[in-house]
């Protein structure tokens, strides 16, 4: 049995099939859970300019709209909720802060959220783990929704009709930060998957990707750019947003991701890469609440680790 197939037993053993299930997958979602807000800000820096007001726009996020969703926890289960993504992102952080760590493509800053096949949970990850992200003290986190085939994470915070990295890829004339959207949650940013183009794979292979992945972790050296990809079994957008990327976190649905599937995926990666195996929907115990991921995996050293 290969080191991968070894990670995988290992998220499987803390799994049971007939668990709970949590309220979502990532399946589209009609419901909106935030606001476009544009303010006009009275304190205005020096780079605004000579007309004396600058603007901010940024997304108001409805909680409740969120619980309803799915996309978080009951009240009751926030606790347990929270301490599942403490023990995912934790070993993520700690790889940011490598030393002789890559400016550009390839920084660990950058971080792809990924899964074998549609359904497994992954946007659903995406979103609360960029919100657990957001809490550190000394971390920002910019989301960005680069499932362009199916923006679900635009749609979702309502703001799918924004320019965002396609936009950005398509017209070197723009500024990748000026599509980067603030919200109400201190630390959190999202930079929408913007207008499709048909050649949306040829953009996020090419060079330009390059050039604006170093622009959004050289504007912060504190920031952490977590992409939403799309499932790397179904499309090529995301096998080519991996090349640039540092870190990879492979979602796992529980009794329902084949194995060979997740093999799949994982050679579709490449070599070299730095991948994490979250067990999605894993059966809950003392540690694991309802919602929670079942244990946090990785391969890439001759035996798997979890995550205690």
């Known amino acids: 049995m290969s080191v991968v197939?070894?990670?995988i037993d290992k998220l499987r053993r803390a799994s049971s099939t007939d668990s709970p299930k949590p309220k979502t997958t990532d399946s589209e979602s009609q419901l909106n859970i935030g606001t476009l807000?544009?303010?006009?800000?009275?304190?205005?820096?020096?780079?605004?300019?000579?007309?004396?007001?600058?603007s901010e726009r940024r997304i108001l996020i409805d909680r409740?709209?969120?619980?309803?969703?799915?996309?978080?926890?009951?009240?009751?289960q926030d606790r347990q909720f929270s301490d599942h993504y403490r023990h995912i992102k934790r070993p993520l952080i700690a790889a940011t802060v490598a030393q002789g760590a890559v400016v550009g493509p390839g920084n660990p800053r950058l971080i792809m959220m990924g899964s074998a096949l549609p359904g497994d949970g992954k946007t659903f990850s995406s979103i609360n783990l960029a919100l657990s992200l957001s809490r550190e003290r000394d971390i920002s986190v910019v989301l960005v929704d680069a499932d362009v085939a199916k923006p679900h994470i635009s749609r979702i915070f309502g703001v799918d009709k924004e320019p965002g990295l396609l936009d950005?890829?398509?017209?070197?004339?723009?500024?990748?930060?000026?599509?980067i959207l603030?919200?109400?949650v201190q630390g959190l940013f999202i930079l929408p998957a913007g207008k499709p183009h048909e050649a949306a794979t040829e953009y996020l292979a090419s060079a330009r990707m390059g050039h604006l992945v170093t622009r959004i972790i050289s504007r912060d050296t504190r920031r952490i750019a977590l992409f939403d990809s799309s499932p790397l079994l179904v499309s090529s957008e995301s096998r080519a947003l991996a090349t640039v990327m540092g870190q990879v976190v492979l979602v796992v649905r529980a009794g329902?991701?084949?194995?060979?599937?997740?093999?799949?995926?994982?050679?579709?990666?490449?070599?070299?890469?730095?991948?994490?195996?979250?067990?999605?929907?894993?059966?809950?115990?003392?540690t694991q609440g309802y919602y929670g991921q079942g244990a946090y995996g990785s391969y890439g050293d001759d035996t798997a680790v979890e995550e205690k």
């Open 37 to 54: 807000e544009v303010r006009v800000l009275q304190e205005v820096p020096e780079a605004a300019g000579d007309t004396g007001v600058l």
């Open 182 to 184: 603030g919200t109400d």
């Open 168 to 179: 950005a890829l398509s017209d070197e004339s723009i500024d990748v930060e000026s599509l």
């Open 5 to 7: 197939e070894r990670a």
């Open 256 to 286: 329902h991701t084949p194995r060979q599937a997740v093999l799949n995926a994982i050679t579709h990666l490449g070599q070299g890469k730095s991948i994490g195996l979250v067990l999605n929907q894993g059966r809950p115990s003392i």
């Open 64 to 76: 409740q709209a969120v619980r309803a969703a799915g996309y978080l926890p009951e009240t009751s």
